[in-house]
């Protein structure tokens, strides 16, 4: 599978914008999918997931974005988003998407969870 991610820029604090994953290769409902960032000399850091449609496609998200941002599905674009609403100044980071080929029990919210991973998009939050 192979995963395109875009949507990334440089916005104001407070702004917002909209990730997208294309993925060409797997119908991407059928699989759980995720976010995480990573800056510079950080780990990857889970910022929220969506369950595969078979499993009830509910979405989670980390505490430090929770309220703010969204994942969903356009499963006709076979595309998931995330959308960034209220952007800080610490959610600066190279945003990357992810695809586990296997469903786990609970919540997917580590790097490890994941089998395919798209080639990330810098977002920039300026003050």
């Known amino acids: 599978v192979q995963l395109q991610a875009s949507g990334g820029g440089s916005v104001q604090a407070g702004g917002s914008l909209r990730l997208s994953c294309a993925a060409s290769?797997?119908?991407?409902?059928?699989?759980?999918m995720a976010w995480f960032r990573q800056t510079s000399g950080m780990e990857r850091e889970f910022v929220g997931t969506?369950?595969?449609?078979?499993?009830?496609?509910?979405?989670f998200y980390a505490d430090s974005v929770k309220g703010r941002f969204t994942i969903s599905r356009d499963n006709a674009k076979n595309t998931v988003y995330l959308q960034m609403n209220s952007l800080k100044l610490e959610d600066t980071a190279v945003y990357y998407c992810?695809?586990?080929?296997?469903?786990?029990?609970?919540?997917?919210?580590?790097?490890?969870?994941?089998?395919?991973w798209g080639q990330g998009t810098q977002v920039t939050v300026s003050s």
């Open positions: 290769g797997r119908t991407l409902s059928r699989y759980t």
């Open positions: 992810a695809v586990a080929e296997r469903h786990r029990v609970g919540v997917m919210s580590r790097d490890s969870d994941y089998d395919y």
């Open positions: 969506i369950r595969r449609s078979g499993s009830g496609g509910a979405a």
